[in-house]
């Protein structure tokens, strides 16, 4: 049985950093891409970031320049670091692990195993 356990997400002041972290047990994710999207209350959950089996990253617009994905297949672990946090990044933020095809890629229903979430609050 595939699990996704995400952790490292808080309570920060706008312009800190976080780094989230998400552990994979039960299946080898080297073949895989693995995102994170977040949600927001009372909004729909969105693309953040992924990063695909060859380690070609991509990011929504929104988090450019300040989020960096990254992952270690030999602890098959998937890292967001977010620099220069802003109000509007608080949500639940959950990691996914899938094969999507690179049309697919920013799709929440293109990947097949997901994490719990973990919440990140920013305060102004």
């Known amino acids: 049985q595939v699990q996704l356990v995400e952790s490292g997400g808080g309570l920060v002041q706008a312009g800190a950093s976080l780094r989230l972290s998400c552990v994979v047990s039960?299946?080898?994710?080297?073949?895989?891409?693995m995102a994170w999207f977040r949600q927001a209350p009372g909004k729909e959950r969105e693309f953040v970031a992924t990063?695909?089996?060859?380690?070609?990253?991509y990011y929504a617009d929104f988090v450019k320049g300040r989020f960096t994905i990254s992952r270690d297949n030999a602890k098959n672990t998937v890292f967001l670091e977010m620099n220069s946090l802003k109000p509007e990044d608080t949500a639940v933020y959950y990691c996914?692990?899938?094969?999507?095809?690179?049309?697919?890629?920013?799709?929440?229903?293109?990947?097949?195993?997901w994490g719990q979430g973990t919440q990140v609050t920013v305060s102004s």
């Open positions: 990063i695909n089996r060859s380690n070609y990253k």
């Open positions: 039960g299946r080898n994710t080297r073949n895989n891409a």
């Open positions: 996914a692990v899938g094969s999507p095809i690179t049309s697919s890629l920013r799709q929440a229903s293109a990947y097949g195993a």
